[in-house]
């Protein structure tokens, strides 16, 4: 599985200078991909360490103050992630098994993050110095303008090394972001409104930056979500995907986490109910899932675990998937048989099922709140923030539609776009009403841009590099292309 993240990584490298096109037609890249830097290892170490030191700056001033449940809490969503992490890091970069004392007490210390930090700075700063050879070549397909055009180069030790560091950077701000900023910001702002508004600036500084860590960690998720399902593709991502994707996922969040607020202060006990709910259900839908269709559990995960050690590994991935979705759209569906445990096809319907779910469980939430308030509220226009907060919903839905029809990589490989879409769930009574034959011409598309992917039903074997033969760019394209058409008149 990390063969196959190092991959996806490495993909996003540039390739420099001399190119040659190969006997089978495919662009052979000689030189080595250029080194980024390791900016998003950065950006999470800084995220990590803000936020530990902001949460224990916080809790002294709790101490001081007596406030011992506020201070409690603090303490345990500071420390449960910062654990995590430490185990992950560890865990991705097999230390238990290598001579490495420092690292490890490094770890004990929960400094693990500042120290990989140190270490993907070191390797980007020597990479060029001095002439390597290349440890595997890296084929994907690179999508200009529509045509699909066949590439490989050579990648070398660093980049490699820097692949290793990202990837599990990304585990780890996932983890940051869902298990502890997540519940974090939301006590915090708890405190706030029982407090009577009373913003300490230390408070303010940590709900700040935990409402960063979560846009980060679901940035992440989308992300990582696209490079899993176009795994042969050169995935880029252009400046107005990111602002479409943060606009989408930071209004998501910052409604959904107000809902919670403040319905807890008109309900305390109720939220526990709600919030377990949701918890466990998104828990138990996996594993239910896996159930039903008689799955066996996979292998692949580590070597040398049993089969209790590849159950607890696969509850606490389950556990981090089911603290996604009670937040946001995790972006991903758990597959548990699957080598890669996550399902490849996108699921437009949960897509759609979800986010109709979340509305009417949202607008429950203001309803009750709204009736239940306390006489705190007389003085704030209750009925203007209700609408606020859903029409905040509604934008973060509009961001997303928007993203998949004129932002997302992969948009020309959709079978449809969400104008289509639309239209088709408009006017399917009246298809089905006139009959259900088969037309001779797809109807006519507002862009060119979709919002429904093909996905072949057989995963690619990418798990296992060394014992699989390297694919056929070419024959995988035109294989791609003809399925394509041959779709979309089916469809029509």
């Given at each position: ?290 159930w039903a269709r008689k799955g066996s ?56 099922i979800y986010y109709g779910g979340r ?64 239209h088709c769930v408009c006017c399917r ?64």
């Amino acid at each position: 599985m990390q063969e196959q993240e190092q991959e996806r990584e490495i993909s996003d490298m540039d390739p420099q200078e001399y190119t040659s096109v190969a006997g089978n037609g495919v662009m052979l890249v000689v030189n080595h991909s250029r080194v980024h830097a390791p900016l998003s290892v950065v950006l999470a170490t800084v995220l990590y360490l803000a936020e530990f030191i902001s949460a224990a700056v916080l809790c002294s001033r709790y101490h001081k103050t007596h406030d011992v449940i506020w201070m409690s809490l603090t303490i345990a969503f500071m420390l449960l992630p910062a654990v995590l992490i430490q185990l992950a890091l560890t865990f991705i970069h097999r230390d238990l098994g290598r001579d490495r004392p420092l690292v490890l007490f490094l770890h004990l210390l929960l400094l693990g993050p500042l120290i990989r930090c140190f270490e993907a700075l070191v390797v980007y700063y020597k990479a060029g110095k001095r002439e390597e050879p290349y440890v595997t070549i890296s084929r994907k397909i690179s999508l200009k303008k529509g045509q699909g055009a066949p590439m490989e180069w050579e990648i070398g030790q660093s980049e490699r090394n820097l692949a290793t560091h990202r990837n599990a950077f990304k585990r780890t701000a996932v983890i940051q972001a869902f298990l502890g900023s997540t519940p974090q910001l939301t006590l915090q702002l708890y405190a706030t409104i029982q407090e009577k508004y009373i913003l300490l600036p230390s408070r303010l500084t940590l709900m700040t930056i935990t409402l960063i860590s979560i846009i980060y960690g679901a940035l992440v998720c989308s992300v990582l979500a696209i490079q899993i399902r176009y795994d042969d593709y050169k995935v880029r991502l252009r400046p107005a995907a990111y602002l479409c994707m943060i606009m989408w996922r930071g209004l998501e969040i910052a409604t959904r986490i107000t809902a919670l607020v403040l319905f807890s202060t008109g309900l305390t006990h109720w939220v526990i109910l709600v919030g377990m709910a949701n918890l466990l259900f998104f828990f138990f839908l996996p594993w239910a899932e896996f159930w039903a269709r008689k799955g066996s559990l996979t292998e692949n995960i580590e070597k040398n675990f049993s089969k209790l050690g590849t159950i607890v590994v696969l509850c606490m991935f389950t556990l981090l998937y089911a603290c996604i979705n009670v937040f946001c759209w995790s972006a991903v569906q758990l597959d548990l048989s699957h080598r890669e445990l996550i399902e490849r096809k996108q699921r437009w319907d949960r897509l759609a099922i979800y986010y109709g779910g979340r509305f009417i469980e949202n607008f429950l939430l203001i309803t009750l709140w709204y009736f239940f308030k306390s006489d705190f509220y007389e003085y704030v226009c209750a009925p203007l923030l209700a609408v606020q907060l859903l029409i905040c919903y509604s934008l973060a839905v509009l961001f997303m539609l928007l993203f998949y029809q004129f932002c997302h990589p992969c948009r020309r490989l959709f079978k449809y776009n969400v104008h289509d879409c639309l239209h088709c769930v408009c006017c399917r009574k009246g298809r089905r009403g006139v009959g259900g034959g088969r037309r001779g011409k797809p109807p006519p598309s507002y862009s060119t841009a979709a919002t429904m992917v093909m996905v072949s039903e057989e995963p690619l074997e990418l798990l296992d590099p060394q014992n699989s033969q390297p694919p056929d760019l070419n024959s995988h394209l035109r294989e791609r292309e003809t399925a394509i058409v041959d779709d979309i008149m089916e469809a029509a």
